[in-house]
């Protein structure tokens, strides 16, 4: 479990499918084997890590359903240490498990803020609502509007200095995640009107 709130940004040192490693100094606890760290909004599982590395396997299916495999060498990522019980809960619940790919349509610049419209598919956009929180590449925000097909949110400067979002240009594939409460609301609703609960 994650709260979306990037602790740090890392490079990649490496991206050849199946192996994923990260230039980045964790806390011990937060780089030992078997750790969940959120990395570009998926949660992974460390496998081997040093002082200022660490290492991820990915799998088939985080390859197929993220952009995780489109990394290269010296791209950066946002990573985020799982949550711990008693830490703050700044952004909102975050579980790694991304929802699809969506694809930025525009950004526009407004009061040193950047106002970013996103493609998102199909079956995610009935999970996503005006003031509603969403996932972007591992990063909580603020859906402010929603339309066919698309959402848009607001980027603060602080969110542009500190996370990769603020290179994000049209045309970007970004990984996105619905408030998992949103996640469950729907699907509730999907099968209630299908008349499929259980008497």
Known sequence: M?????????????SDGGRLVLGVCLAPADRALGASVCVHGVCLTVVEATDDRVAFDLGFETLARTTL??????DEVNVEPSLRVGDALGGHFVTGHVDGVGRVRSVTERDGAREVWIEAPDALVPMLAPKGSVCVDGVSLTVNAVEAGAFMVGLVPHTLQVTTLGRLAPGARVNLEADPIARYVVRAVAIHAAGSFCP
């Open 69 to 74: 495999g489109d990394l290269a060498p010296g």
């Open 2 to 14: 994650f709260t979306g709130l990037v602790r740090t940004t890392a490079r990649v040192e490496r």
